[in-house]
């Protein structure tokens, strides 16, 4: 990363660095209780699993039954990860299915995800089957349901992102055009228990969103599929026709896969029995941060990302005009007192992208709006957002941080500041003010952290 200009900076990047180290899913894992993972079985362990931290998890289960003294003769698996996520394991392969920064699935990922199913296929009562699902699961685990095809999918998350779908919806549509989504890896596994390891990066821990749902029972609902694919224009537009068409069979057969509760604890038709453990989640990098800023002397406070935020507030503009005015009430009670003050917050935004969009992320938008909604930046007010995956759209930046001297050099030329604004074109605009967050991959994924610092 560059060189921090000034203290402010010095102090931000403390704080972020603390959030992410906070979910680090092989310490995690480490300080876990003994008991996460239930009586060690006679038989076999398969790991299976996918995301962002799905190697670091997979590390930290190997070192888990390492300690417990399993026999690494009995211990077998494989996770799919991006490419600059991975790490070599002793038992457990980790294998890259996609590209850096490009959130959708590939052919390696319905390959990897096919030989997960088969292993799990191939267990016994005796046998413990372990699945990691942790952030960017979703399109890093795939399989495509009869008579669609990979393209349907991608064809279908692309435009429903840049229209500004919110993780929630996207999932819902996943798991409604997907054969191990909606507790599908589950229903393939054979083993007599299957225990979960989540790091959650969806505001509120919803299991049946978390990676679109894997190991959740939840109904597909084809209706609420159909309904968001008409809202965002999808089938209008003609997108994925084979998926439309199997979506109203499915509601005309009155068809919701599958039937049984969706409780994080359950028992497939085959017998297995499923429970669901959260090891992290954005509260947890939140409260890093938080901690982080207190010890540097601010006093902070701490907002907790709500999951029903209303979608027209958690739009990157919203996001960015709120913390701008919000930074400035701040730096005002910081100057008069001489308290420095901060405020540490998660969340996610949403971005809807114009059709001649540039290069960008939903955290360097919304910087980038913060400081257009400024009118004067103050000298000591700092505004920072970004993924704790380390990835923010598909660039290489995890996000963006404004301080005096950023905000000087985009307001030089607000008309520049206001088109780059407009076409989503924040990735060049901050890197020539020197305002992006590079942190490379994190090896992790809980959503989003914000900053604002304001110091005397």
Not at 118 to 145: C, F, H, M, N, Y
Not at 146 to 171: C, M, P, Q, W, Y
Not at 183 to 200: E, K, M, N, Q
Not at 275 to 301: C, K
């Amino acid at each position: 990363m560059m060189a921090l200009p000034n203290s402010l900076r010095a102090d931000a990047e403390r704080i972020w660095q603390a959030a992410i180290g906070a979910v680090d899913p092989q310490a995690l894992l480490a300080g876990a209780p003994a008991e996460l993972l239930g009586p060690l079985p006679a038989g076999r362990i398969v790991v299976v699993g996918a995301g962002k931290a799905a190697a670091g998890m997979a590390a930290g289960v190997e070192g888990l039954l390492a300690a417990a003294g399993f026999p690494a003769a009995r211990l077998s698996g494989l996770v799919s990860v991006p490419e600059g996520c991975g790490r070599k394991l002793a038992s457990i392969e980790v294998r890259h299915t996609r590209p850096a920064g490009v959130n959708l699935p590939t052919d390696r990922v319905v390959t990897a995800t096919a030989a997960m199913m088969e292993s799990l296929g191939r267990l016994g009562p005796d046998d413990l089957a372990i699945a990691l699902v942790t952030g960017g699961g979703s399109a890093l685990l795939a399989a495509p349901r009869d008579g669609l095809t990979l393209d349907d999918k991608i064809a279908v998350t692309r435009l429903l992102s840049a229209a500004g779908a919110s993780i929630g919806e996207l999932n819902t549509v996943r798991r409604a055009s997907s054969a191990v989504k909606a507790g599908g890896l589950a229903r393939a596994c054979t083993a007599g228990r299957l225990v979960v390891l989540v790091l959650s990066d969806v505001i509120g821990d919803p299991l049946d969103l978390i990676a679109s749902g894997p190991c959740m029972p939840t109904p597909a609902e084809p209706g609420v599929a159909l309904d968001l694919l008409e809202a965002y224009g999808a089938i209008a537009a003609g997108v994925a026709p084979r998926l439309v068409a199997s979506l109203r069979r499915d509601l005309a057969m009155a068809r919701s896969r599958p039937s049984a509760p969706a409780g994080p604890n359950w028992q497939t038709a085959a017998g297995c029995c499923v429970s669901h453990r959260i090891v992290g989640n954005n509260d947890t990098a939140v409260e890093a941060a938080a901690a982080a800023a207190r010890d540097l002397g601010y006093e902070t406070v701490v907002r907790r990302a709500a999951p029903d935020t209303p979608a027209p507030l958690n739009h990157a503009a919203a996001i960015g005009l709120r913390l701008a005015v919000e930074g400035s009430e701040l730096s005002a009670r910081a100057t008069q007192d001489g308290r420095p003050r901060a405020v540490i917050e998660g969340g996610e935004a949403t971005v809807v992208i114009p059709a001649d969009h540039g290069r960008g992320g939903r955290n360097q938008q919304t910087v980038l709006a913060a400081v257009a909604a400024a009118a004067n930046w103050p000298a000591g007010l700092l505004v920072a957002s970004l993924g704790t995956d380390g990835e923010d759209g598909p660039t290489d930046a995890a996000g963006g941080v404004a301080d005096a001297p950023v905000a000087r050099t985009l307001g030089a030329d607000r008309a520049a500041l206001g088109w780059a604004l407009a076409r989503c074109d924040a990735l060049p605009a901050l890197e020539r003010a020197a305002g992006l967050v590079r942190t490379g991959p994190t090896g992790t994924n809980v959503a989003d952290v914000r900053i604002i610092l304001a110091r005397p």
